[in-house]
């Protein structure tokens, strides 16, 4: 097995992840520094990122309604509160699938299966990310006309996009908006609204795929079951291969 893909089954860090550890020079199989991506790895090898040995463990999958004002990582160095705190029961070396801005809330994976990671995020797969945003000013089809197009953002034109207008609010200058996109660039709602004129000042992930929050409180998480697992590894698969 290649050394990046036994990192992902391992539940470290994805694959993509685990090439930026290799070339980083944090990883060693059997005490030497790897330095070829297309390494392998053998049964009875022993696979170590910065010191700390790594072992394949059970794959476990999280859905979490996540609140804002808490961190989409597995650490912060300031302190803050991260979605792991949330999962306190959880004993697997979980993170979070993508991420959601600090000020952003609603649906989050969390996994140790870095496989099943690189399906969900990757923008070929086209997976329905679902957004409701309360933004500033009024919404309306030509000034979101252009997000069906694609909106230049940092030096790149998104995919095309999905609306609907929720709510239009005259006498408070604002509208609330759902929009689907299949990326998960930094920051990437609110750049595509600013691209168009309105300013977000608040803003939920609602849906996932097939996923909802359906009977979780914000802070709240339970875990998927086989079916649900299976639904969005299908929808990748079948995106990927047409």
Same mark, same amino acid.
């Given at each position: 097995?290649?050394?990046?893909?036994?990192?992902?089954?391992?539940?470290?860090?994805?694959?993509?992840?685990?090439?930026?550890?290799?070339?980083?020079?944090?990883?060693?199989?059997?005490?030497?520094?790897?330095?070829?991506?297309?390494?392998?790895?053998?049964? &009875? @090898?022993?696979?170590?990122?910065?010191?700390? #040995?790594?072992?394949?463990?059970? $794959? %476990? =999958?999280?859905?979490?309604? !996540?609140?804002?004002?808490?961190?989409?990582?597995?650490?912060?160095?300031?302190?803050?509160?991260?979605?792991?705190?949330?999962?306190?029961?959880?004993?697997?070396?979980?993170?979070?699938?993508?991420?959601?801005?600090?000020?952003?809330?609603?649906?989050?994976?969390?996994?140790?299966? &870095? @496989?099943?990671?690189?399906?969900?995020?990757? #923008?070929?797969?086209?997976?329905? $990310? %679902? =957004?409701?945003?309360?933004? !500033?000013?009024?919404?309306?089809?030509?000034?979101?006309?252009?997000?069906?197009?694609?909106?230049?953002?940092?030096?790149?034109?998104?995919?095309?996009?999905?609306?609907?207008?929720?709510?239009?609010?005259?006498?408070?200058?604002?509208?609330?908006?759902?929009?689907?996109?299949?990326? &998960?660039?930094?920051?990437?709602?609110?750049?595509?609204?600013?691209?168009?004129?309105?300013? %977000?000042?608040?803003?939920?992930?609602?849906?996932?795929?097939?996923?909802?929050?359906?009977?979780?409180?914000?802070?709240?998480?339970?875990?998927?079951?086989?079916?649900?697992?299976?639904?969005?590894?299908?929808?990748?698969?079948?995106?990927?291969?047409?």
């Amino acid at each position: 097995m290649r050394i990046n893909k036994y990192i992902a089954h391992a539940g470290v860090a994805s694959r993509r992840k685990a090439e930026e550890l290799i070339k980083q020079g944090l990883v060693t199989l059997n005490g030497q520094v790897v330095t070829e991506l297309a390494t392998t790895v053998k049964s &009875g @090898d022993k696979v170590e990122i910065d010191g700390q #040995p790594i072992y394949n463990e059970e $794959k %476990v =999958y999280y859905l979490l309604n !996540k609140p804002r004002g808490v961190i989409s990582s597995v650490s912060d160095d300031k302190g803050r509160k991260t979605v792991i705190d949330l999962l306190p029961q959880v004993q697997e070396r979980i993170y979070p699938v993508g991420r959601l801005d600090w000020d952003t809330s609603g649906l989050l994976i969390l996994t140790n299966d &870095g @496989d099943f990671t690189d399906k969900m995020i990757h #923008p070929r797969n086209e997976i329905d $990310k %679902v =957004y409701v945003a309360r933004v !500033k000013g009024i919404a309306d089809k030509n000034n979101l006309r252009p997000l069906t197009r694609g909106v230049l953002i940092d030096g790149r034109t998104t995919k095309p996009a999905r609306y609907t207008i929720l709510k239009t609010d005259r006498e408070k200058n604002r509208s609330v908006v759902e929009l689907v996109i299949h990326e &998960g660039r930094n920051h990437q709602v609110k750049k595509m609204f600013e691209a168009v004129g309105l300013t %977000v000042d608040k803003l939920s992930r609602t849906r996932f795929g097939t996923l909802d929050l359906s009977g979780l409180r914000p802070g709240e998480s339970r875990r998927l079951n086989k079916k649900e697992i299976s639904q969005l590894y299908n929808a990748a698969v079948n995106r990927t291969n047409k």
